[in-house]
């Protein structure tokens, strides 16, 4: 089977052989909401599949793309590997017709609808939570919030923002932490939990001349990392994913050859399970890699660690 075969297949069929069926539906049927089968914990649908394109947008982490990404990212393999792996399924047909728009073209087509709500592109921003302003770290309840999470308010500080935000189509504001990620930030209150911005990314802390880098999975973790025996900065370069789905992009930080050892602390969950493997998988020298977890076995994360060990 070639790409262009590949992704005549329909994704909707796709999803439906691997038991995944969508929540609900818009514009009569054109678009399919699923609870997202690429990360953890996505309780109100937020993977939308645009059944005319053939493509998907995946709102939790602001990415999509066509049917062989899709499975790119949930058998964590390269294009052959995919393409192997959807002849197997049976589901081509030589009777398919093409998306509606060709590969080439269907790329364009979705930088033009990115400005368009409901269109399944690499980045939606009139659906994103816009920034309002951002400034230093003063408001009480945010403070408070980071007392519970055992986060020191002086390490926070040198890290953290505190941010005002509205919603799409709304005047409301609201404000949280603010933690850079990409071209936005993760947002943090008590009550949110969020992306703000388009397109996330990777955050990377550098440490001239340090030869160990340690992998965070959020920033929680990583502000509970520097917490735990408050030092004074960082021992070694410190790199966040913001979302496990970013695993790729911290490829390039881990074959760093000026790094000889990469710690890596992620969630002790099945996201956490998969994203350590794909890590130490694509690692150039997986010997220099340390799966952290250890430390932390029966927590759920670094930061439920830090709680117990504080209470």
């Not at 002790?268 to 690692?283: I, P, Q, V, W, Y």
């Amino acid at each position: 089977m070639n790409a262009e075969q590949a992704r005549r297949i329909p994704i909707d069929a796709y999803l439906a052989r691997q038991g995944i069926s969508p929540k609900r539906t818009r514009l009569d049927g054109r678009e399919l909401w699923y609870q997202s089968p690429i990360r953890q914990g996505d309780e109100n649908p937020s993977f939308k599949v645009d059944t005319i394109k053939n493509v998907w947008f995946d709102h939790g982490v602001v990415s999509g793309g066509n049917i062989i990404d899709l499975v790119r990212e949930l058998c964590a393999c390269d294009v052959r590997a995919a393409l192997q792996h959807l002849e197997k399924t049976g589901l081509f047909s030589p009777a398919l017709s093409r998306p509606s728009t060709s590969s080439a073209t269907a790329r364009g087509a979705l930088r033009r609808d990115e400005a368009m709500p409901g269109t399944a592109g690499e980045k939606e921003k009139s659906r994103a939570f816009e920034l309002v302003s951002q400034g230093p770290l003063k408001h009480p309840a945010l403070l408070q919030y980071l007392t519970k999470r055992g986060i020191c308010h002086d390490i926070a500080r040198g890290y953290l923002s505190e941010i005002a935000f509205k919603a799409p189509y709304s005047a409301a504001t609201y404000f949280s932490l603010g933690y850079p990620a990409g071209d936005g930030y993760e947002a943090r209150n008590a009550l949110f939990k969020g992306f703000v911005g388009n397109g996330k990314a990777v955050t990377f802390h550098d440490k001239p001349g340090a030869s160990l880098l340690q992998v965070f999975e959020g920033f929680m973790d990583f502000l509970s990392y520097l917490s735990k025996d408050q030092p004074s900065q960082p021992v070694g370069a410190m790199l966040v994913l913001n979302t496990t789905n970013l695993w790729r992009r911290a490829l390039p930080f881990i074959v760093d050859p000026r790094f000889q050892e990469v710690r890596l602390y992620l969630d002790n969950d099945a996201a956490g399970d998969a994203a350590t493997r794909k890590l130490f998988e694509n690692a150039s020298d997986p010997s220099k890699l340390a799966d952290m977890r250890q430390h932390y076995a029966g927590f759920e994360d670094l930061n439920a660690w830090l709680l117990e060990r504080r209470s």
